[in-house]
C-alpha cells in the first residue's frame, strides 16, 4: 500500500467563517481526520460522512489521549495509505504542539503539509473590540502560554515582558489567571493597568470581562468565566466598548442549527450569519440519482406529450438535466412543455439551466403546487412529475382533484438521512446549546431526525418555512412558529424576532 499523507490544519477559534479555503479544501479530501476539543462544532459538522473520525480531545486537564498516542495515531493512519488531517483549533505552530507532531512522521518519512489557521490570539481580541495592536497604545504584541506543567512554576520573566510595554496576550492560562496577574504586578506592572478575559470568543456564547490587572481573577470568578479564555493584558483593553461591534448585531449571541442537503451551500446559513448568529450546518440530507432511469429516459422519448413537467426540489433539477445530457438531448427538447417550481430554491436551479418556471406558488409546498397546477393545467393535460422516491403525497391528490389531468410520477433519486459521525448531536441542545433550529423543508426535518436519535426534540424551537414542514416539527414535539412567507428572508425575520423575546427585547 502507498504511504499516505497528513495535513496538519488550523481550524481557527470557532467561527466557522474563519476556517481558511485551504483548510476547508483539504478537510473536503480528508478519509482520516484526527480532532481535539478546540475544534468549533460547525466545523465539525464540515468533516465528510466518508472520513473516519478519532476524537483525541485535548483541552487543560482533559486529555482523551496523551500527546505520544495521538503522535503514533498520525503515523499509523499515515502508514495505512490514508490522507489524513489533523485538525487543531486555532493555529497548528501557535502553542499548538504541532512541532512535536511533525517530528515521529519526520522520522518515518511521511509526506505532510501545514495549512496554517488563524490565532484565537488575534481573533477572539478583535472580536470582543480589542485591537491587539495600535500605535496610540502599544508597539509590540507578546503571545504567552499560560499553561504549566504539573508540579513545576512559570517559566516565564514577567520583568521583561513588563519591560516591553506591549500587549500581552496569555493562552490556556485561565486557571492560573490569579498567578499570572500577581507575576506580572510583582514584575513592577502598574496594577491598574486595563486587563480582560475573553470567554469564547468567535462564537455565540462568547462572553468578556474588563478589569485591572489588580481585579481580574476576582472580576473574573464573580462572572463565572469558563474555559476556553485568553487573557489580554494592556492599554488596548480600554477600548473595547468603544469598538465592540458583535454585540450590534440583530443575532448577536445566538446559535441556530440548519438541516441542508449535503454538498449544498446554504443561502439561509449564510443570510443568518450575516445577522450575527452562530449557524451549526448539519448535513443531514444526501440525494442520490436512483440506479434504474429507465422510466425517466422513456418519458423522454415524448416529451412532446405532456403539457407540463412540475419539479419539487432543486435536486430534481439537477438529476433531470444530467439524464436529459445523457441521452445528447438539452432544453430545446422541452419547448413544447410548460415548467413548474414548487420553490424559489428550484426556481433557481432551472434558472441556471436557461428555464423560466412558468409557475411557481407563493406557498412553497407540494399542497400549493398541486393546487395551482390543478387550477391552471389545460383540459386532458399530461404532467411529468420526476421526483425524490418518497416524496410526499400532497401534490398528487391536489391533482387526483382534475379527473381529466393524468400524472407521470418517476422517481428520479433517493433522499438518504446520513448520521453524524464526529459531531454529538445529543449534546447539542440544553441551556448552553442551540437557541433555535431552522427548517426549510418537512424533509430536512426528517433528516434532522435521523442524524440526530436520542435528541429531546421538546427541547427544541424550531423556526419553519411552511405549515407541512411545521407539522413534521409537531410530530417530533418541537416548539414550532412559521414564518409569514415561504422565503429566506422570512424566516431570518422569523429567527430574529424569536431571539428578541428570547432577549427580552
Not at 480589542?130 to 502599544?138: A, E, G, S, Y
Request: aromatic share 6%; with cysteine.
Amino acid at each position: 500500500m502507498n504511504t499516505g499523507k497528513v495535513w496538519l490544519v488550523g481550524a481557527g477559534p470557532g467561527d466557522t467563517g474563519l476556517l481558511t479555503l485551504k483548510g476547508k479544501q483539504v478537510l473536503d479530501e480528508a478519509e482520516v481526520v484526527v480532532y481535539d476539543s478546540l475544534v468549533g462544532e460547525g466545523i465539525l459538522a464540515m468533516i465528510p460522512q466518508s472520513a473516519r473520525a478519532i476524537n483525541v480531545g485535548k483541552r487543560a486537564g482533559h486529555h482523551t489521549m496523551p500527546q505520544e498516542q495521538i503522535n503514533e495515531v498520525l503515523l499509523k493512519e499515515a502508514q495505512n495509505g490514508y490522507r489524513v488531517v489533523r485538525l487543531k483549533g486555532g493555529d497548528p505552530f501557535i502553542f499548538g504542539r504541532g512541532g512535536e507532531e511533525l517530528d515521529l512522521l519526520e522520522q518515518y518519512g511521511i509526506p505532510y503539509e501545514i495549512v496554517p489557521g488563524i490565532t484565537s490570539a488575534a481573533a477572539v481580541p478583535a472580536y470582543n473590540g480589542i485591537p491587539v495592536t495600535h500605535r496610540d497604545f502599544c508597539s509590540s504584541l507578546h503571545l504567552i502560554t499560560g499553561h504549566k506543567r504539573q508540579g513545576k512554576g512559570y517559566d516565564i520573566d514577567f520583568e521583561a515582558l513588563v519591560r516591553t510595554k506591549g500587549t500581552l496576550v496569555f493562552l490556556m492560562g485561565l486557571s492560573a489567571l490569579g498567578d499570572i496577574c500577581a507575576g506580572l504586578i510583582e514584575a513592577g506592572m502598574d496594577p491598574f493597568m486595563p486587563a480582560a478575559v475573553l470567554q469564547k470568543g468567535t462564537t455565540a456564547r462568547q462572553k468578556r470581562v474588563i478589569a485591572t490587572v489588580a481585579t481580574l481573577k476576582e472580576e473574573a470568578d464573580a462572572q463565572g468565566i469558563e474555559a476556553p479564555a485568553i487573557i489580554v493584558v494592556g492599554k488596548v483593553c480600554e477600548l473595547s466598548e468603544r469598538f465592540a461591534w458583535y454585540e450590534k448585531l440583530p443575532l448577536s449571541g445566538i446559535r441556530v442549527l440548519l438541516t441542508r442537503p449535503k454538498k449544498r451551500m446554504s443561502v439561509m446559513a449564510d443570510r443568518l450569519r450575516r445577522q450575527g448568529a452562530e449557524v451549526l450546518e448539519l448535513p443531514a440530507i444526501e440525494t442520490r440519482k436512483c440506479q434504474d432511469m429507465s422510466a425517466l429516459r422513456e418519458a423522454f422519448e415524448h416529451l412532446n406529450d405532456y403539457q407540463w413537467i412540475a419539479f419539487t426540489s432543486p435536486a430534481g433539477v439537477e438529476v433531470f438535466f444530467e439524464e436529459l445530457a445523457e441521452v445528447n438531448r438539452d432544453i430545446r427538447s422541452l419547448a413544447g412543455c410548460r415548467i413548474a417550481a414548487i420553490g424559489g430554491g428550484t426556481a433557481k436551479a432551472l434558472r441556471e439551466r436557461g428555464i423560466l418556471a412558468d409557475l411557481m406558488p407563493e406557498r412553497y409546498d407540494g399542497d400549493a403546487l398541486g393546487r395551482l397546477l390543478a387550477e391552471q393545467a389545460e383540459e386532458n393535460a399530461r404532467i411529468l412529475l420526476p421526483r425524490s422516491a418518497i416524496g410526499g403525497k400532497e401534490i398528487l391528490e391536489r391533482l387526483a382533484e382534475r379527473k381529466d389531468i393524468t400524472v407521470d410520477e418517476i422517481a428520479t433519486y433517493d433522499t438518504v438521512y446520513p448520521k453524524q459521525t464526529a459531531l454529538d448531536t445529543a449534546g447539542l441542545f440544553g441551556p448552553d446549546g442551540v437557541d433555535f433550529a431552522v427548517f426549510t423543508s418537512a424533509s430536512t426535518v426528517r433528516g434532522f431526525e435521523a442524524a440526530a436519535p436520542g435528541v429531546d426534540c421538546s427541547q427544541i424551537t424550531a423556526a419553519c418555512i411552511g405549515a407541512q414542514t411545521a407539522a413534521e416539527a409537531d410530530r417530533l414535539g418541537m416548539r414550532t412558529y412559521i414564518s409569514e412567507q415561504a422565503s429566506i428572508d422570512s424566516v431570518v425575520e422569523l429567527v430574529i424576532e424569536l431571539s428578541r423575546a428570547k432577549k427580552g427585547l
